[in-house]
């Protein structure tokens, strides 16, 4: 009987999340996740399946460790539209500090691998359609508070914030430019007013 695996899941969660998110899915060796969190292929293997498996398993982990938590920003300001722009301020100050350029995981994954797989797909749209949630009622609040006083359709509105937010994300991998950002930032602030 073999040695039970003593590992902190959250610590090689989190070691195999930089390196998808560093070299994408495809390019990721299972040697590179062996080196990168310590543990054997075997243990992988035993504990989180396979390869795709285990990317899985990372898109999960950075869902409750990344996103939801940056997502709390726009439940958690008053007023709605003051939480937008937190929001934003905060993807924009990421975006241009990231020296690494990495964007984000699931915006780079979308294009790379959730086309291939059903199970990455499925997550990835799952925090996309979360996020645009989240943006619609930020807006619907918005409105009920005053701070918003758009007519458009606000599903409509929440879709192109979310669009804005992948758009802004991808461009920072080759041109995190703050100053364009800001430019994105402040029209999309001025579309809640039309």
């Not at 996103?67 to 924009?92: C, M, N, W, Y």
Request: glycine share 6%.
């Amino acid at each position: 009987m073999g040695r039970p695996l003593e590992f902190d899941r959250y610590e090689v969660l989190d070691r195999a999340l930089n390196v998808f998110w560093r070299k994408g899915y495809t390019a990721a060796s299972m040697q590179d996740l062996v080196v990168a969190t310590g543990i054997n292929k075997a243990s992988i293997y035993n504990s989180f399946g396979d390869k795709e498996a285990f990317f899985v398993a990372v898109i999960e982990h950075y869902i409750e460790n990344y996103s939801r938590p940056h997502g709390r920003l726009l439940v958690e300001t008053e007023p709605a539209r003051k939480a937008i722009q937190q929001f934003f301020d905060t993807l924009v100050e990421f975006l241009v500090t990231d020296g690494a350029h990495l964007g984000c995981l699931l915006t780079n994954i979308a294009s790379e691998i959730a086309p291939f797989s059903e199970p990455v797909e499925a997550h990835v749209c799952r925090v996309f359609n979360m996020m645009e949630g989240v943006f619609l009622d930020t807006i619907l609040r918005g409105i009920d508070d005053g701070s918003i006083k758009t007519s458009l359709p606000p599903v409509a509105v929440a879709r192109m914030l979310l669009n804005t937010v992948q758009g802004m994300r991808l461009q920072s991998r080759v041109r995190p430019d703050e100053d364009v950002f800001r430019d994105i930032v402040k029209i999309t602030m001025a579309m809640l007013d039309c």
